[in-house]
């Protein structure tokens, strides 16, 4: 067992009176020597199976394992948190994992994450549970928060967008008919006297507007409301960790997953643009959460 000696997560509780939680499942680099590499699973009965344990049909494209880490995704991570820190004097609560992406992904269901390597196990455990309690703190202490979930996307990068993720389809915002039932900011949108396209669309109250003032190009946004707008309308909604710690089940916690292009995430580009990116964060929480 590697348990002991493995550096597997990083976590840091913010002030008392925060409202903010910001995860970085993808941006590690720790590799375990010896340890497991996360691997395709099997297609049983049209489903895929990550354990490695029980052993399948491997099918080409089917049940694939992502096991490139998002590129400069923690360090993204940190400068966002230190804006909103700068900004507001409140420093935020902050989750990273730091195993690599080959042996653990925290944004997967645990089997799938972990394939029963026992650090990925702890790791994967110990992130998810951080996040809880600090869930638990922010609604203990201030009633009601978010997740910002902070990824980096290569397989779009021709659009060269900054993506939000609410947990809404692709296919509904392509369509101009979604409603906040499926959001992972559920909570936010049913306080709130805006609509839900509002909160999503308007170029002074929604993430997405606020972020295109700043320069930023987004979507959803004013100006890109609907992914198929984009060179190759590709659009990522969101995934575990959105559904998981988001309001979708309950709770006053919402969670927003932040896909950001390689462009942004160069090492000269990180300072500039995480900056804007904490800048836009506080003045939409000043709408939305601050009040």
């Not at 295109?212 to 707008?229: D, H, R, V």
Request: a negative charge.
């Amino acid at each position: 067992s590697f348990k002991s000696k493995a550096v597997v997560s990083t976590q840091s509780t913010g002030d008392p009176e925060t409202n903010v939680i910001i995860s970085s499942p993808h941006g590690g680099r720790v590799k375990i020597e010896g340890g497991w590499t996360r691997q395709q699973g099997s297609l049983i009965n049209g489903k895929c199976e990550f354990d490695p344990l029980i052993d399948g049909p491997k099918v080409p494209g089917k049940c694939k394992v992502i096991t490139v880490p998002d590129h400069n995704t923690q360090e993204l991570a940190r400068i966002i948190r230190d804006t909103i820190h700068n900004r507001t004097g409140i420093q935020p609560h902050f989750v990273a994992s730091d195993l690599h992406r080959s042996q653990l992904d925290p944004n997967r269901r645990r089997m799938e994450a972990s394939q029963r390597f026992d650090v990925a196990e702890v790791a994967y455990d110990t992130f998810h549970g951080a996040i809880d309690n600090f869930s638990q703190e922010i609604e203990a202490n201030v009633g009601a928060g978010i997740v910002y979930d902070i990824h980096g996307y290569v397989k779009y990068a021709a659009d060269d967008w900054i993506m939000l993720g609410y947990n809404v389809r692709k296919e509904d915002l392509n369509s101009g008919v979604f409603d906040d039932h499926e959001s992972s900011i559920k909570s936010m949108a049913r306080r709130s006297n805006y609509t839900f396209t509002d909160i999503l669309l308007d170029p002074q109250i929604s993430l997405g507007g606020i972020m295109e003032a700043k320069g930023l190009k987004t979507c959803p946004s004013p100006s890109y409301p609907k992914p198929k707008m984009g060179i190759l309308g590709g659009y990522y909604r969101g995934g575990h960790i959105t559904r998981e710690h988001g309001s979708l089940n309950g709770g006053n916690v919402d969670c927003v997953q932040i896909e950001h292009p390689p462009t942004m995430r160069g090492v000269d580009d990180i300072g500039v643009y995480g900056v804007e990116v904490g800048n836009a964060i506080v003045d939409w929480m000043d709408i939305h959460y601050n009040n």
